[in-house]
């Protein structure tokens, strides 16, 4: 049996989040880095946006109780910018997103978000907006979100999505998953420790 962890398709409910060059900073604030493990963090996601919205009496998504449960995020150009904040996609993980849509990423993110398990795929401008429309007016509708064949089905509408294909390949085959590869082939990694005099001459 395998221990490694396969995407290949992500399926949920859609919550939208409008806003260019949305940072690192504003998905968990820097006070919460001083973290020794990333637990609880998903509870502090969007903290001071939230309350800043709050103020403004225009909740934030994060905030509304709609898009409770929710695995996809849409989001627009350049998100996760900034800091290279590790925190920033696993809070986002924890709180329940399992897959994120936008117009482009960070970079540093986009691996981040792929270390953990957390595909990022881009799409065009227009899908997007329609996207984000769609679960503003009905947060119970669903998405379908393929790598394998870099389509995301959402009603009847097949909108094209796309990442370096080195990253859907590792989702697919479950690369992106290092400690599992690992557990996979336990007896080689006992093996090869046995050998080296660092490790078993303790």
Not at 9 to 28: K, M, S
Not at 101 to 128: K, M, Q, R, W, Y
């Amino acid at each position: 049996m395998t221990a490694v962890v396969r995407i290949e398709r992500v399926e949920g409910r859609v919550i939208p989040l409008r806003g260019l060059d949305i940072d690192t900073d504003r998905i968990i604030p820097a006070r919460f880095l001083r973290v020794i493990t990333f637990e609880g963090l998903e509870r502090h996601v969007f903290e001071d946006d939230i309350a800043s919205r709050a103020q403004q009496g225009a909740p934030h998504p994060f905030a509304q109780e709609r898009f409770a449960g929710t695995r996809v995020l849409v989001v627009n150009r350049n998100f996760g910018c900034g800091s290279s904040r590790e925190h920033a996609p696993q809070a986002l993980q924890r709180w329940g997103i399992a897959a994120v849509v936008g117009e482009s990423f960070s970079e540093i993110f986009f691996g981040n978000s792929l270390a953990i398990g957390l595909p990022c795929v881009t799409a065009a401008p227009e899908d997007l907006e329609w996207l984000q429309a769609r679960a503003e007016q009905d947060p119970s509708s669903t998405v379908s979100l393929d790598l394998a064949t870099a389509t995301l089905q959402a009603g009847e509408r097949r909108i094209a999505v796309s990442a370096p294909a080195s990253a859907i390949e590792a989702f697919v085959t479950g690369a992106w998953d290092a400690t599992g590869l690992l557990l996979e082939d336990a007896a080689a990694v006992k093996a090869t420790a046995a050998r080296l005099p660092y490790v078993s001459g303790f």
